[in-house]
């Protein structure tokens, strides 16, 4: 199962989990809006590890390849 860490958390999520479901239903609280991709209110950034992105085309290359992803 992947396992997601922010900061001095770490916990395991279902495989196929949403991220902004995982991280809201952790207590992050991360913003959005569209759920769709189109606002990037839910924009994070991933230092280590790249988890699977249904969409990467909805997210500019450049800030794709460095770690940026639509939660």
Not at 13 to 28: E, H, K, Q
Not at 56 to 63: I, R, V
Request: charged share 20%.
């Amino acid at each position: 199962m992947p396992e997601l860490c922010v900061g001095e958390r770490r916990w395991v999520v279902p495989t196929g989990s949403n991220l902004l479901d995982a991280l809201n239903d952790a207590g992050l609280h991360v913003p959005y809006s569209c759920r769709a991709g189109s606002c990037h209110a839910c924009l994070v950034h991933c230092e280590v590890g790249q988890p699977l992105d249904a969409m990467p085309e909805a997210l500019a290359l450049d800030k794709h390849a460095l770690g940026w992803r639509l939660a």
